[in-house]
């Protein structure tokens, strides 16, 4: 069966789409899926236009869930910017990455091609700094494992590790606590 764009849009309004975040998101889904795996600049456009919403509306609910990717910026990088971490020199981390791939916390990398931010902590104190591409956790990261990860290299050793619960309530994938 082949996929129809305006179907898809018909479907999802009545859904509630864009008023109804679950069902945007699940239409954003299926446009990446369809896409190849990204969502491109020019779906993104018809997407709102057809929703009769902003481009930077969508663009802000495609930042609260790592599954949803653009072309511009197909990988994401998450930095803990937690006490713990950051005593773990997660703040020199975070400038190598703002000062090696052009990117504040928040935007897209000038080079890279990763959107990346500073997020609270990611519950894996004892293991920091820690940080998330493309929502896998990964544990003692240092500048060595944020240049494997952009130049899509495998990292050296393993270093994904399960989170260590260090208090307070967990985030779901928008960032949000549960």
């Known amino acids: 069966m082949d996929w ?33 795996g ?32 653009t072309q511009q910026a197909p990988h994401r990088l998450e930095l803990c910017g937690g006490q713990r ?27 890279g091609g990763f959107s990346y931010r500073v997020t609270g902590c990611m519950k894996n104190c004892g293991a920091g700094p820690s940080l998330r591409w493309d929502g896998e956790l990964v544990s003692r990261a240092d500048e060595r494992t944020v240049r494997q990860l952009v130049e899509g290299k495998q990292l050296s050793q393993p270093k994904t590790e399960r989170p260590v619960q260090c208090g307070g309530a967990h985030q779901s994938e928008s960032g949000e606590n549960s």
Do not use: M, W
């Open 4 to 36: 129809n764009f305006d179907e898809a849009v018909a479907h999802y309004r009545s859904q509630g789409a864009p008023h109804d975040q679950q069902a945007l998101v699940e239409l954003l889904r299926e446009v990446q899926r369809e896409s190849g």
């Open 38 to 69: 990204v969502i491109p600049a020019g779906a993104l456009a018809q997407t709102a236009a057809a929703l009769g919403c902003r481009e930077s509306f969508l663009a802000a609910v495609i930042r609260r869930y790592p599954s949803l990717r």
């Open 85 to 111: 971490c950051g005593a773990r020199h997660a703040a020199q981390l975070a400038s190598f990455i703002e000062r090696t791939y052009a990117v504040k916390s928040g935007g897209v990398s000038a080079r």
